[in-house]
C-alpha cells in the first residue's frame, strides 16, 4: 500500500500571554495508506482534534505547528497558502461535528455544491447541478431533487451533517478527516451516518482519519485505531488487537470504563486501580 | 407499569407538558406520564433527543409548569401548591444537570456553591459550613483543598461531583438525575457513575435517571421506561426490557446503539 | 464510604497555577500595552489630583489679581501657580485647573455612578421578568432615546437652578436607557442559563437570582459600558457649564473655563486651549481605556494580546 499520508514528530502548542504555552500535541508520528481507515481516539485534551486541524492546516496563530505532515509527497508545515487551497478540497475534505456551523446559512445547499464544483473541478453549472443532486443521492437524501433547493436550516441534523459529507467528498478527496461527525447526533442517526461514511470508503478508495472519543464508534469505521492521551499516541495498531489485548495502561482503563464492556457499574472503575503508574509516567512526560 | 405498592416516594399521574410553539402552534413535550418510584430505586427515562425525557423531569420538579396531572411526593399532590408553599419540598427532591460547565455559576467559589442552598433553606444551615462543606467534598471524592476554586479552575468530573455535593448538602430524597454524565470522557464518567451508585447505597437515595445511553442504564437502573416523541412506549424491569424488547421502537433503540 | 472513587485519581486537583487569570490577567495585560497604560495613568493622575490638591489651593485658585489679567504661560516670573499663564481676572489657571478638575471628575463620576446603579437595576429587573414590566421600562427608554439628552437637560436645568446636584441629576437621568439596554439584553440571555435553572431547583427566589445570579455577571459589561460613557457625560457637562447653566461661580469646571476665555481667544489662547486639552484628553484616555478593557476582559480576542515569537516564522 503506498503512504497517503505520512506525519512525523507533529507538536502544536498554543501561545498566550500569560506565560509559558503547553503542547496540545507533543511529537505524534502518523502514517496512513491510501484507502485505509484510522481512528484517532481520545478524550478531552488528549490532543487529537488539534492533531486533526493540524492535518488541515487549520491551526491558525496563537497556535504554532513544528514537525512535519506530508500528504502525497507535500510538505503541508508552514506551507504557503497556495498549496494548502490545492490541497484541501481535492485532496483532504473535511467534517466537523457541528453540521449547522460548517455550511453558509445563507445559501441553499445546491448553491454551494454546485460553486464548488464549477470553481475548483471547471464544470458547466448545470453538469454541476446534476452532480450536486447524484451527489446528495448517494448520502442517503431522499428526493435530491428537490431537496438541493432548501436551505441548510430546513434539514434535520443527522441529514445535515449527510449535506456536510456530500460537500467533503464533492471534490473526490484521497482522504477525508472527519472530527467527531456524528457526537451530536441520536444514536439511530449515528448509525446511518457511519454506515455512510463505511460504504464511501470501501467504494471509492477514499481514506479516512476519523476523531473520535467514543471506542464503540471506532470499532465500528476503522480497522486501525490510534489512542491519543495528554497529546501523545500511547498505542497504535489493529483495532481488534488493541481492543481484545491493549497494552497501554491507559487503553486499558478507556475500554474496562465503557459501559458496553461492563455486566456491573462496579466494573467500569476495575481499570483503575493497577495502572495508576502508567498515568503518572505519562504526566510527567 | 408497577401496581401500586405501599408508599412509593413519587407517584406521577397523567402528567401532561405542552408548550407554546410559534404562530400558535403547540408542542406536546411529554403526554399522559404515569409511573411510580419507589424508595431506594433507580428508575431510567431513556430516549432521544426531542424524546421529551428532558422535560419530564422538569415537570417532576416544577421547574417547567406541567400543563396538567398530578406529582405526589410522599403523599404531598406538588402541584397542588403555590410557589411559596412548593419552596420547602424542594430541598427534598433535587436536581444533578447534564452539563457541569454549564450548571454552576462561574463566578462562585466551590465554598459559596455548595453553601448558597442553606441561605435559602436556613433550618439546614450547620454551625460550622465550611467544615459541613469540606465533608461533603470528601463524600464525593474531592480533597478540601478544592473549597476555595472557582468551576473555571475544575475539569468536568470535578465540576459533576461539587454539584453533587451541592444537592447532597439539602439532605435530599429524591435526585433527578438528567444525564448527569453525558458531558464527561468516558473515563470520567465511570467514576462518577461510581460515586453516584455508592451514594445511593450509602444513603438510601431515590433516583429518576434520565439518559440516552442504554448501556449505561442497564447497568444502573432497575426498571426503564423508553420514551419517544413525549409518550411512554415501553416500561418495565431493565432485564425485561434489554432481553425482550416489545415495542418496535425500543428495538430499534437496541439495534442502532453501537458495541463493544 | 471508603470505596467511593476519588476525582484526583484521574483528574489532578490543579495547583496554584502561576499563570495569571481573571483580575491579575487584565493588569498583565494592562503593562504591556502602552496606549491603555497611558490613559489608566492619566485617569488616576486626575484622581489623585481632584482628591488631594484643593482644599491646599482653593483660597489661592480664587483671588482674582488684575494685574497679572490674562497673564501668558510658561513663566516662573510669579511663581509656580502662574506658570500656565491667568485668566481674565488674573486668577492662576493652573489652579483654576486644579479646581475644575474636581468638579468636572464629581459631577462626571457621580452621574455616571448614578445612572450605571439605575440602568443595571432596572435592565436587571426588565430582562429577568420580562411581561408588563419590561414593555413599560423599554417604551419610557425609547422615549427617552429620541428626545436629544443635551436639549431635555437643557430644558431642565433652564426650569430648575443651576446647581451641582441638579447637574448631576440631569446628567444621570438623561443616560439611564444606555444601562437599561445593556443590562436587559445580558439579563435576557442569563436567565436561560443552566445555573439560573440550578438555583431554582434548590428553593430560590427571583429576587435572589438576580441579586447572586445575575448581577455579577452583568457587572463587567455595565462597568466597561460606563468608562465609555465617562467621556460623553464629562462632554456633555462641559458643554452645560459653557453654556452657563451647568455649575455657577464660585464653582469651577473645564467647560466653564473654556466659556469665559473665549472672549480672548485671540489674545490669549491658553485660557481656553488648557481646559479644552483637560477635557479632550481625558474623554480621550476614558475611550481608549474601555476599549481596550472590553478586549483584555474577553476570552475569545486573548489571541490579539500574544505577540508573534521573532523571526515571524508562520503558524500554518
Redesign the interface.
Not at chain 1, 472519543?213 to 464508534?217: M, S
Given at each position: 500500500m503506498t503512504t497517503l499520508l505520512e506525519v512525523e514528530d507533529l507538536r502544536v502548542e498554543f501561545?498566550?500571554?500569560?506565560?509559558p504555552a503547553r503542547p496540545a500535541v507533543n511529537g505524534v508520528d502518523l502514517r496512513l495508506g491510501a484507502g485505509e481507515t484510522l481512528a484517532l481516539l481520545g478524550?478531552?485534551g488528549s490532543g487529537k482534534s488539534v492533531t486533526s486541524r493540524?492535518l488541515m492546516?487549520l491551526?491558525?496563530?496563537?497556535?504554532?505547528?513544528r514537525g512535519s505532515?506530508r500528504f502525497d509527497g507535500t510538505e503541508?508545515?508552514?506551507?504557503p497558502d497556495r498549496t494548502?487551497r490545492r490541497v484541501r478540497g481535492t485532496g483532504i475534505g473535511m467534517v466537523f461535528q457541528d453540521s449547522l456551523d460548517s455550511l453558509n446559512p445563507v445559501y441553499t445547499v445546491g448553491a454551494q455544491l454546485t460553486e464548488a464544483l464549477q470553481v475548483r473541478m471547471g464544470m458547466t453549472r448545470a453538469d454541476a447541478r446534476s452532480r450536486s443532486v447524484e451527489l446528495l443521492e448517494a448520502v442517503g437524501i431522499v428526493d435530491a431533487e428537490q431537496r438541493v433547493d432548501a436551505y441548510p436550516h430546513q434539514f434535520s441534523g443527522g441529514m445535515r451533517q449527510r449535506v456536510c459529507i456530500a460537500m467533503a467528498v464533492a471534490l473526490r478527496p484521497r482522504l477525508l478527516i472527519a472530527d467527531e461527525p456524528t457526537t451530536a447526533l441520536?444514536?439511530?442517526v449515528?448509525?446511518g451516518i457511519?454506515r455512510l461514511l463505511r460504504g464511501l470508503t470501501e467504494d471509492t478508495g477514499m481514506a479516512m482519519v476519523f476523531v473520535t472519543?467514543?471506542?464503540?464508534?471506532a470499532?465500528?469505521v476503522a480497522e486501525r485505531v490510534m489512542v491519543m492521551f495528554d497529546g501523545r499516541a500511547v498505542e497504535e495498531g489493529s483495532i481488534g488487537n488493541v481492543?481484545a489485548a491493549p497494552s497501554h495502561p491507559y487503553t486499558r482503563?478507556?475500554?474496562?470504563?465503557?459501559?458496553?464492556?461492563?455486566?456491573?457499574?462496579?466494573d467500569?472503575?476495575k481499570g483503575?486501580a493497577r495502572d495508576?503508574d502508567g498515568?503518572e509516567t505519562h504526566?510527567a512526560g | 407499569m408497577q401496581a401500586d405498592q405501599p408508599g412509593p416516594v413519587l407517584e406521577v399521574r397523567g402528567l401532561r407538558t405542552v408548550f407554546d410553539g410559534r404562530g400558535g402552534r403547540e408542542t406536546v413535550a411529554v403526554d399522559d406520564a404515569s409511573f411510580d418510584v419507589a424508595p431506594g430505586q433507580c428508575l431510567a427515562v431513556v430516549g432521544e433527543s426531542g424524546s421529551g425525557k428532558s422535560t419530564l423531569a422538569r415537570s417532576v420538579l416544577r421547574l417547567v409548569e406541567p400543563t396538567a396531572g398530578r406529582v405526589r411526593y410522599r403523599g404531598t399532590d406538588l402541584t397542588a401548591l403555590d410557589r411559596r408553599a412548593l419552596r420547602p419540598y424542594r430541598r427534598h427532591l433535587q436536581m444533578i444537570f447534564q452539563d457541569p460547565y454549564a450548571s454552576l455559576h462561574p463566578r462562585q467559589s466551590v465554598l459559596r456553591l455548595v453553601s448558597e442552598p442553606w441561605r435559602i433553606h436556613r433550618d439546614l444551615m450547620p454551625e460550622d459550613p465550611c467544615a459541613r462543606v469540606a465533608e461533603l467534598l470528601e463524600q464525593v471524592g474531592m480533597p478540601p483543598a478544592v473549597i476555595d476554586m472557582h468551576p473555571t479552575q475544575l475539569s468536568g468530573g470535578q465540576r459533576q461531583r461539587v454539584a453533587i455535593a451541592r444537592a447532597l448538602g439539602l439532605e435530599p430524597d429524591v435526585l433527578v438525575l438528567d444525564e448527569p454524565v453525558s458531558a464527561l470522557d468516558v473515563s470520567i464518567q465511570a467514576q462518577v457513575i461510581a460515586l453516584l451508585m455508592e451514594l445511593q447505597q450509602s444513603l438510601g437515595l431515590t433516583y429518576l435517571f434520565i439518559s440516552h445511553d442504554l448501556a449505561l442504564v442497564r447497568l444502573v437502573a432497575s426498571e426503564v421506561i423508553v420514551m419517544h416523541h413525549g409518550v411512554f412506549v415501553e416500561t418495565g424491569t431493565t432485564e425485561r426490557v434489554f432481553e425482550d424488547p416489545r415495542d418496535e421502537y425500543t428495538r430499534s433503540l437496541l439495534a442502532a446503539s453501537p458495541h463493544l | 464510604m471508603s470505596s467511593v472513587p476519588a476525582a484526583s485519581e484521574l483528574e489532578v486537583v490543579p495547583a496554584a497555577d502561576p499563570r495569571p487569570t481573571g483580575g491579575r490577567l487584565t493588569v498583565h495585560r494592562l503593562l504591556r500595552s502602552p496606549s491603555a497604560l497611558l490613559s489608566a495613568s492619566w485617569l488616576a493622575f486626575l484622581v489623585v489630583v481632584a482628591v488631594a490638591l484643593p482644599p491646599f489651593v482653593e483660597t489661592a485658585a480664587n483671588r482674582q489679581d488684575l494685574s497679572l489679567r490674562l497673564l501668558p504661560p510658561f513663566s516662573l516670573d510669579e511663581g509656580f501657580a502662574f506658570v500656565l499663564g491667568a485668566d481674565s481676572l488674573g486668577r492662576p489657571e493652573l489652579l483654576q485647573l486644579v479646581m475644575g478638575t474636581r468638579s468636572s471628575l464629581l459631577v462626571a463620576v457621580t452621574a455616571v455612578a448614578a445612572a450605571a446603579v439605575v440602568g443595571m437595576a432596572l435592565g436587571l429587573v426588565s430582562g429577568y421578568f420580562g411581561g408588563w414590566v419590561d414593555e413599560i421600562l423599554m417604551r419610557i427608554a425609547d422615549v427617552m432615546h429620541t428626545i436629544p439628552s443635551l436639549l431635555l437637560a437643557l430644558a431642565v436645568l433652564y426650569v430648575l437652578q443651576p446647581s451641582v446636584g441638579n447637574l448631576v441629576i440631569v446628567l444621570a437621568v438623561t443616560r439611564v436607557p444606555v444601562y437599561l439596554r445593556t443590562a436587559r439584553a445580558e439579563a435576557l440571555a442569563l436567565r436561560e442559563r443552566v445555573f439560573v435553572e440550578s438555583s431554582r431547583a434548590v428553593g430560590a427566589r427571583d429576587w435572589r437570582i438576580i441579586r447572586t445570579d445575575l448581577a455579577p455577571l452583568v457587572v463587567p459589561t455595565i462597568r466597561t459600558v460606563a468608562m465609555l460613557e465617562l467621556a460623553s457625560v464629562l462632554l456633555a457637562a462641559a458643554g452645560l457649564s459653557f453654556l452657563g447653566i451647568g455649575l455657577q461661580r464660585p464653582d469651577v469646571d473645564w467647560g466653564m473655563m473654556v466659556a469665559d476665555g473665549r472672549a480672548y481667544l485671540a489674545s490669549a489662547w491658553w485660557v481656553t486651549v488648557l481646559p479644552g486639552v483637560a477635557i479632550v484628553l481625558t474623554a480621550l484616555a476614558a475611550n481608549l481605556l474601555s476599549n481596550w478593557l472590553r478586549a483584555a476582559e474577553d476570552p475569545a480576542q486573548a489571541a490579539r494580546f500574544v505577540r508573534r515569537p521573532r523571526g515571524g516564522r508562520r503558524a500554518a
Open positions: 501561545l498566550t500571554d500569560a506565560g478524550e478531552s493540524a492546516g491551526v491558525d496563530f496563537p497556535g504554532v505547528v505532515i503541508l508545515v508552514d506551507a494548502l441520536d444514536v439511530t449515528q448509525a457511519l472519543h467514543d471506542l464503540a464508534v470499532k465500528q481492543f482503563r478507556l475500554l474496562s470504563a465503557h459501559p458496553g464492556r461492563a455486566r456491573h457499574w462496579r467500569l472503575t483503575e495508576d498515568e504526566r | - | -
